[in-house]
Structure formats: structure tokens, C-alpha cells
């Protein structure tokens, strides 16, 4: 209700001391008013609230946009609290009763408290967003500070009804007394500040609640949408941080919004850069990149279930059944699952690092730049990353068939999830394997065999010309194993023909495999649609696969993913060509590459200006954390329905 007034103060961005244009004020009172209904019913229906919380930040986003449009950096702080906002409406839990009885004066007393926070926040705000003081400004902050207050007195009347003076009312109506008559003076902001600030200062820390056992980072652990999201978000924040400091590059100065993309590219494992990695980061700047391709490619859950083991701690019921889902394991072997992941991603990654350094040595390099070009390339290829020590990639080994395989071999089994790669000599040797590491094995080969077919048809005398038949043989492998979700090239992919490139499209949004470090929809995902596309034109009732029936309810998934990563990709695509002047082919490409965390380029990275890396780096967070997050919620469980209703009789055709 205090945030309801704050679209306001966005359209009155960058509009001087005129009236603002209609539109903004008309999305500005549809953010308000949305605001207000989504409060009033958040505890009553909160799928209604969140379905007007959304409408609030979209039309405050709009009306906020101008403003954006302009400051880089207002953009990427704007797409952090966009996506913090949407997820907080997402993951709103109702709260729990105590006793038979909601606990109204802890409730109201947090209202009351957070709304006393706010109040000066958006002073901050408005210094920002409308430092020449709009009337219109001023008058949302004074409606935030009396929301406020109103909510410090309602705090004070629901305590009164346990045993406590209603004399208290009287302070909270002072208070706004003296927002009013601040506003009549001018002094409105200043004296908005002060007063939320002391109010929250002056308001007690805790009230009457449930006692709470454990830690408080359990909050964090007990919910997987709610870690994946928390801490990619700070690994990010921390990395942008990280990439800021003395000594990580060479340059006079590394930009706050190019070290952002350079931190969210590697902590996503997707790759695509802005600022050419060996030249413009020192070898302090490498290692911090490589820390945080590490980090993000081998997952924070399976680190912190490792540490919390580590330290003694025992796992909730509901962080098992996640984490067993995402490595396959039953719950007797879930922790010998996860030591598994971590045992085969640094023996791939050292293996590969090994022979990747003798490699560059025996081509020239010299000793320590070798093995550190081994060692990074490596894990980037085995995280999927995409980062390489070279300013061309891998363009200059494409006549070295070892590095092109060796880096080939770490993307497919890392791109696959450590029990089903460890399954790989049993499936080629005829054995049984489970169903669903079965699907992702012939879905990935198919792929890769199919990728390979049509890049060296299609391109045999355009990007692989001047090469041998082997060589051709060699660089369409490569690029069919590295397209789908890698971002490394071995040869120039900006100048691809139409046919290939709409090839490469499908593939980059297909991705990988479940519990691997790759991105996009997911192989299996793929899979399960085409059963389910083959079942109907054959006739069957059911998706049946090697005597195994897939649920309706899988199938619900897959086409759920599917369906949601395309209305994400078409608006990040609408977003780019808005605000982009560059082709639409390269931002198509741009886009799907980001969302399917890729990292390959047609050459529209280094055309971006400062909005449009916010926007590309808004794509590849989603696109890392998008598919697994709405996994888990899928995954939730929730009791079936009882009724049971007539089915409906829908022409399609």
C-alpha cells in the first residue's frame, strides 16, 4: 500500500517541471491502483493478488521506461528490482495461523514497519529519478507517508485489543499532521526521510510469533525456486563487485554495466562478452571469472548440500526430494550422488586440462601460458561457459583435431548430468539404463549426429571453405556439439546461411540436459514433446516409451517449458529490436543464444549500447535460472483435485 503512490514518481521522470505525458500518467494510475488491489487481496486470494502485482510492475516498469531508456544504469538496477519483484509475487506464501488464529499484531506491526522503510526509500528514489522536484513527486511521497502512518496506527489499535494504551494513536496522527503541513510548505521530502526514518527506528524489533528453529539461511535452504534464484542473483552481484576491483584489468577503467554482463555471462555459463577476455582482464581478472564459471556451472545446491553435510547439518524432507530429483538418486545414495558430481567434474575438468596444456605447448605456447590456457579452457568447456584465453576462440585450432575433440568431448558431458554421463558406457554397450538418462542419451546423440550432417552440408563451401575434407569433418562436429549450448566456435559464424542459421536457432533452444551445466528448453523436454507429437499422429491414447508410460502430468511440463521459453524469447526480442538499431537477424541470434545460454555470436554483442546489455543480461539470468526455477515449481507437490467435470468438446482443425 506505501508502494502504491511510487508509479508517480516514475512518470514524473525526466519531465522537468511540465505535467507529464498522459500515457504516463495513465499506466502510472494503473500501476497504482493495481498496487492497492494486489494488497488488499494478498492475504485473501493471493493468485489474485499476484495476477494485479504483475500488472503493477509491468505498467510502473512503462511508465518508469523513458527514464530507463537513457541511464545504462538505472536500466540494470531497474531489471533487478523487476525481476526481484516478480519472483517476490511468485514465491508469496500466505502466512501461517498460530493457535487457530492469524497472528493479526505481528502482522500488522511487520506492515507497519516495512512501510516506515519505504517512506524514505522513495525519497531516495525520487532524488534519482526526478531531481527537479515534480509537484506530482511530491505529492506520492506525502500519500506513501500517510499510508504509512495509517498503517503504524492500525498496528497501535490491533495492539490495543491486548491490553495496550490507545493513547499510542496519538503519535502516528502527529505524524501525519506534520507530513501534511511539510507538503503545504515545500519541505515535503526532507521531512518524509526523517520521519520514516525515526518512525522505524522507534518500532519495536519483534513481536508475538511462531518460534523459529534453525539457522536463518534455513529460510533460503528449505525452497529450491528460492535459493536458485537468491544466490545466482548475489553470485552475480558479487561477481560484478569482484570484477570492479584494482588489478582485474589492464584498462583505465572497466564499466560498471560491462563488468555486470561480464559477471552474469560467466556465473550463468553462457559466454557471450562485451570486453575481449584476454586483453582486457589481467590474470587476477581471469581467475576471478574462472571462479565464477566454477561456481555457477557446478550449482550452489549441490556445494551447500556437501557444506551443510560438512558442518553436521541434516537436509529437510523437501530439500532431498529436490536435490534427488535434479541428480536422479534415490534418497539412500543422495549424498554419494552428490561427492559423485563433484569427484567427476574435477577428474573431467583435470583430465581435459592435462591434455588441453600439452596440446598448447606442443603448438608453441610456453609452459605456464599452456597450462593456464588448458586449465580455463577446460572448465569452461565442461561448464558450458564458453570463455576462452583466445580473442578468437578457437578459430586459430581448427586445423588441431585433439583441442577440438578433447573440448567437445568435456561440453557433451558436461552438458549432461553426472548419472547419466557415468551411464554412457552401458547404453553403448546394449545394457538397461533408467528411462530418463535413456531419453537424454538418443535425444543428445540425435542432435549432435544431425547437427554435424546439416552444418557440413549446408556450409561445406561457405564458413568451412579453405578447409580439408577432415578438417570440414572435424569443425562441423565441433560446432554441432558446441552450438546447442557452449558458445565456442572454430569458425566464423556471422556470415552462416539462412538455413543453417534457422538450424542453429532450434538447436541453441533446445540446450542441454537436465542436471547438467547447460542451458535451454532441455533435451529431455524435446523428447517427451516428440513422443507425445508421434502418439497423436499414430493414434494412441497414451506417450509410452520402452514399456513405460509418461504421465500426463510430465507431458503438462514439457509443454509448459516449451511454451514459456518461447513467450520469452519473443519478448526479449521485441525488447532488443525497440531499443537496438542492429538487424534483426543478429538480435534473433543475440537472443536465442542468451536465453539458451549459449555464448555464440553473430556479432551483435559488441553493437549493443548500454540498455541493450541490461536487456541481454536480463536474458541470460532468466535463461539460466527460468527453466530450472519453473522445474521446481512444477515439481511441487499438490493435492489432486476431487471433482471430477464433463469433458469439453474444443474444435482445433
Known amino acids: 500500500m506505501a508502494l502504491a503512490p511510487a508509479p508517480f514518481i516514475f512518470a514524473a521522470a525526466l519531465t522537468g517541471s511540465g505535467i507529464p505525458p498522459f500515457w504516463r500518467l495513465a499506466t502510472a494510475a494503473i500501476a497504482a491502483i493495481s498496487c492497492l488491489v494486489s494488497a488488499f487481496f494478498i492475504l485473501r486470494r493471493p493468485g489474485l493478488a499476484r495476477l494485479f502485482g504483475g500488472l503493477a510492475v509491468l505498467t510502473g516498469a512503462a511508465a518508469l521506461f523513458p527514464y530507463l531508456a537513457a541511464d545504462p544504469l538505472a536500466a540494470l538496477l531497474g531489471a533487478v528490482a523487476i525481476i526481484s519483484a516478480g519472483y517476490a509475487l511468485v514465491d508469496f506464501r500466505r502466512p501461517k495461523e498460530q493457535g487457530g488464529r492469524p497472528l493479526d499484531v505481528h502482522r500488522t506491526l511487520l506492515q507497519a514497519r516495512w512501510s516506515a522503510i519505504i517512506a524514505p526509500l522513495l525519497v531516495v528514489v525520487a532524488l534519482f529519478v526526478d531531481a527537479g522536484g515534480h509537484l506530482l513527486s511530491d505529492v506520492a511521497l506525502t500519500v506513501s507517508a500517510l499510508v504509512s502512518q495509517i498503517l503504524v496506527a492500525h498496528w497501535q489499535w490491533r495492539r490495543a485489543g491486548e491490553g495496550h494504551s490507545l493513547a499510542w494513536l496519538i503519535v502516528p496522527g502527529l505524524a501525519a499532521g506534520a507530513v501534511g503541513l511539510a507538503f503545504f510548505l515545500g519541505h515535503a521530502p526532507l521531512v518524509i526521510f526523517g520521519l520514516g526514518l525515526v518512525t522505524s527506528l522507534l518500532l519495536p524489533r519483534s513481536a508475538p510469533a511462531p518460534e523459529r528453529h534453525g539457522p536463518w539461511w534455513e529460510v533460503l535452504i528449505n525452497d529450491p525456486a528460492r535459493i536458485l534464484f537468491s544466490t545466482f542473483l548475489a553470485l552475480s552481484l558479487l561477481g560484478t563487485l569482484l570484477l570492479l576491483l584494482p588489478g582485474t584489468t589492464p584498462l583505465k577503467t572497466l564499466s560498471l554495466v560491462d563488468a555486470a554482463f561480464t559477471a552474469v555471462s560467466a556465473v550463468c555459463v553462457t559466454g557471450l562478452i562485451v570486453v575481449d577476455t584476454p586483453q582486457a582482464f589481467t590474470l587476477f581478472g581471469q581467475i576471478l571469472i574462472l571462479l565464477l564459471i566454477q561456481l555457477g556451472g557446478l550449482g550452489i545446491m549441490t556445494i551447500t548440500t556437501v557444506a551443510l553435510h560438512a558442518m553436521g547439518q541434516r537436509l529437510s524432507l523437501r530439500q532431498e526430494r529436490m536435490l534427488m530429483t535434479m541428480t536422479e538418486s534415490s534418497h539412500h545414495d543422495l549424498l554419494v550422488s552428490l561427492v559423485t558430481i563433484i569427484k567427476f567434474t574435477f577428474v573431467a575438468e583435470a583430465v581435459g586440462a592435462l591434455v588441453l596444456a600439452g596440446s598448447f605447448f606442443s603448438l608453441g605456447d610456453p609452459l605456464w601460458q599452456a597450462v593456464w590456457r588448458g586449465l ?78 546439416f552444418f557440413l552440408v549446408l556450409e561445406w563451401s561457405n564458413a568451412l571453405s579453405g578447409l580439408s575434407v577432415a578438417d570440414k569433418i572435424h569443425n562441423a562436429w565441433f560446432q554441432s556439439v558446441t552450438l546447442r549450448t557452449a558458445g565456442f566456435n572454430s569458425v566464423d559464424i556471422s556470415g552462416v546461411i539462412g538455413p543453417t542459421f534457422l538450424i542453429m536457432l532450434c538447436f541453441m533452444f533446445i540446450g542441454g540436459s537436465p542436471g547438467g551445466t547447460a542451458g535451454g528448453a532441455k533435451t529431455t523436454t524435446m523428447g517427451v514433446l516428440a513422443m507425445t507429437f508421434w502418439a497423436s499422429i499414430v493414434g494412441r491414447d497414451e506417450v509410452v516409451a520402452y514399456n513405460r508410460r509418461i504421465p500426463p502430468a510430465t507431458i503438462n511440463r514439457a509443454i509448459t517449458i516449451m511454451g514459456s521459453g518461447i513467450l520469452i524469447w519473443f519478448v526479449m526480442v521485441i525488447m532488443l529490436e525497440t531499443t537496438q538499431q542492429i538487424s534483426s537477424r543478429d538480435l534473433i541470434f543475440e537472443v536465442t543464444s542468451a536465453l539458451g545460454t549459449v555464448g555464440l555470436s553473430t556479432g551483435a554483442t559488441d553493437a549493443l549500447d548500454g540498455i541493450g546489455k541490461v536487456i541481454v543480461m536480463l536474458a541470460m539470468f532468466i535463461g539460466r535460472i527460468g527453466p530450472m526455477t519453473l522445474f521446481m515449481l512444477l515439481s511441487e507437490h499438490r493435492p489432486g483435485t476431487v471433482s471430477r467435470y464433463l469433458d469439453a468438446r474444443i474444435t482445433l482443425t
Open 376 to 453: 580455463f579452457t577446460a572448465v569452461s568447456a565442461f561448464c558450458n561457459a564458453g570463455f576462452a584465453l583466445q580473442s578468437n576462440s578457437l578459430v586459430e585450432y581448427q586445423g588441431q583435431p585433439l583441442v577440438l575433440h578433447v573440448v567437445a568431448i568435456l561440453i557433451v558431458f558436461g552438458g549432461m548430468a553426472p548419472a547419466t554421463s557415468l551411464m554412457v558406457p552401458r547404453w553403448l554397450a546394449g545394457k538397461a539404463v533408467p528411462l530418463v538418462a535413456r531419453l537424454a542419451l538418443i535425444t543428445t546423440a540425435v542432435l549432435l549426429v544431425s547437427g554435424t550432417f
